[in-house]
């Protein structure tokens, strides 16, 4: 495929569900420049997303985009199916993200914590000392929480405050986004259940000489 493929396995590469192979796209886009490859990534990447993680598990979906800032959410809103009557509750099974994507603007205005701080409740008497209230992206480059509940997730801890040399990479690429001003970033959450908290999470981005950074993170305790 042209644009991508979500299906074959790349060589030496370990798969995992609802995996996207972005070789073909970024070669399709390699003698292009820079703001033309974020525009064809744009217009090719949700598609693929959104196939994809119709691929991590068997239920109904409510998809719907929602733009904040200068990034575009990808959400999948089940809650809204439910409570239309057309499915009955499931406790197991919750609204989560898809897909996170845009360009990097760092903000004047400080964190949004109180918003942060009163979602769901206590972080540790809610989830335990293993986890953090994570942005998919992050209030410096661009993320927010205010009217944008969307944004946060189950996070590992050692992996959102960068203890481990998992979480230092993490970091160092959200630094990149914010030292670059105007970088095409996205965040992409990978389940292996029906809840909101991801297994996986994906974080990518286009460097200033237009070529590609992808890591795989494990979320997992």
């Given at each position: 495929?042209?644009?991508?493929?979500?299906?074959?396995?790349?060589?030496?590469?370990?798969?995992?569900?609802?995996?996207?192979y972005?070789?073909a796209?970024?070669?399709?886009?390699?003698?292009?420049?820079?703001?033309?490859?974020a525009?064809?990534?744009i217009?090719?990447?949700?598609?693929?997303?959104?196939?994809?993680y119709?691929?991590?598990?068997?239920?109904?979906?409510?998809?719907?985009?929602?733009?904040?800032?200068?990034?575009?959410?990808i959400?999948?809103?089940?809650?809204?199916?439910?409570?239309?009557?057309?499915?009955?509750?499931?406790?197991?099974?919750?609204?989560?993200?898809?897909?996170a994507?845009?360009?990097?603007?760092?903000?004047?205005?400080?964190?949004?914590?109180?918003?942060?701080?009163?979602?769901?409740?206590?972080?540790?008497?809610?989830?335990?000392?293993?986890?953090?209230?994570?942005?998919?992206?992050?209030?410096?480059i661009?993320?927010?929480?205010?009217?944008?509940?969307?944004?946060?997730?189950?996070?590992?801890?050692?992996?959102?405050?960068?203890?481990?040399?998992?979480?230092?990479?993490?970091?160092?690429?959200?630094?990149?986004?914010?030292?670059?001003?105007g970088?095409?970033?996205?965040?992409?959450?990978?389940?292996?259940?029906?809840?909101?908290?991801?297994?996986?999470?994906?974080?990518?981005?286009?460097?200033?000489?237009?070529?590609?950074?992808?890591?795989?993170?494990?979320?997992?305790?």
């Amino acid at each position: 495929m042209s644009d991508g493929e979500i299906s074959k396995p790349a060589p030496g590469r370990v798969s995992f569900p609802g995996q996207v192979y972005y070789s073909a796209l970024f070669d399709s886009a390699e003698d292009v420049s820079v703001t033309a490859k974020a525009t064809i990534l744009i217009a090719k990447l949700p598609g693929l997303w959104t196939s994809a993680y119709l691929t991590m598990g068997a239920r109904e979906t409510n998809v719907c985009v929602i733009r904040h800032g200068t990034f575009h959410y990808i959400y999948d809103a089940y809650a809204l199916i439910e409570a239309s009557g057309k499915i009955p509750y499931d406790p197991i099974q919750e609204s989560r993200l898809v897909a996170a994507f845009g360009v990097s603007k760092p903000q004047l205005s400080v964190r949004d914590d109180f918003r942060l701080k009163k979602w769901v409740g206590g972080t540790e008497a809610f989830f335990g000392k293993a986890w953090d209230k994570g942005h998919f992206i992050a209030h410096s480059i661009g993320g927010a929480v205010d009217k944008c509940e969307l944004n946060v997730f189950v996070q590992s801890r050692k992996l959102n405050r960068g203890w481990t040399m998992e979480g230092k990479l993490f970091r160092r690429m959200e630094k990149y986004c914010a030292q670059n001003p105007g970088t095409f970033c996205f965040s992409r959450p990978i389940y292996t259940d029906g809840s909101a908290r991801p297994a996986l999470l994906e974080f990518g981005l286009l460097k200033s000489d237009g070529a590609p950074w992808v890591e795989v993170f494990d979320n997992r305790s």
